[in-house]
């Protein structure tokens, strides 16, 4: 069964990940969209969405993000993967819509829209619905001169607040033995799990070009890709996807 809790009150600040790079080559296929999984090692649901996710991050037109939460870690097992920065996000993303709905696994849709994340079906329904049109800001990377430079496009944008741009650092796979509670003797594959996140810079409609150091988008233990994010300031209750590019794999 799904693990939820209710009644969330606000959480802190709004995350998102920072990456490891590679060299530069033939861009990838532009994204339709972003679904990104809350799971838990600790929760005896979670190992059918991981498996599903598993096999979403092969479709080079999604970007699939693993985000383990640590608020199940009383259960018996301390979850290997999971940060407190991913629990507030989750926490964020349910105050901006409003629903205070938090659960495990759960998967969001470009930042609006939840749903279980074992939920295939669900899960591809929401994806043609949301990634139909593709994100509004197109993203283009590049990495030359021990730097990583990320030029954004120009989009309407009405905003209460500038959009934050993220870089997250991941790692493309891991494997995880889960030795106590719900989980105990499994051994749990992850794809594209966010290993860090940080907030780069804003957006507020017109062009930009931001560039960041390679050895800090590099900077995440075991990551060896990257993903960067043009979001909505969930605090302004705006924490919609509006762009999204997958960095090269080392």
């Known amino acids: ?14 995350l998102l990940i920072a990456g490891i790079p590679a060299h530069a080559q033939q861009p990838p296929a ?3 969209a972003v679904v990104e999984l809350f799971t838990s090692q600790g929760c005896s649901s979670c190992p059918a969405a991981d498996a599903l996710f598993t096999e979403l991050a092969k479709d080079p037109r999604l970007i699939t993000l693993t985000l383990p939460v640590t608020y199940w870690d009383y259960l018996g097992w301390k979850d290997t993967l999971g940060q407190e920065a991913f629990s507030k996000r989750q926490k964020l993303y349910a105050k901006a819509r409003g629903d205070g709905q938090i659960y495990t696994p759960q998967a969001v849709v470009n930042g609006s829209t939840h749903i279980v994340g074992s939920d295939r079906g669900g899960i591809d329904k929401l994806v043609k619905e949301q990634g139909k049109d593709g994100f509004p800001v197109k993203i283009d990377l590049t990495e030359a001169d021990g730097a990583l430079r990320i030029n954004l496009g120009t989009a309407p944008f009405t905003g209460e607040k500038p959009g934050v741009v993220l870089l997250l650092q991941v790692s493309r796979t891991a494997t995880v033995p889960i030795e106590r509670g719900e989980n105990s003797g499994k051994t749990v594959t992850y794809a594209n799990v966010v290993r860090g996140i940080s907030r780069i810079g804003e957006w507020n409609g017109a062009a930009a070009t931001l560039t960041v150091p390679l050895e800090t988008v590099r900077s995440a233990a075991k990551a060896d890709s990257y993903v960067v994010l043009v979001q909505g300031d969930p605090y302004a209750r705006q924490s919609a996807i509006l762009g999204a590019a997958r960095g090269p794999a080392k």
Not at 1 to 14: D, E, F
């Open 1 to 14: 069964m799904v693990r939820q809790i209710s009644n969330i009150a606000a959480a802190a600040g709004l």
């Open 30 to 32: 532009q994204p339709k």
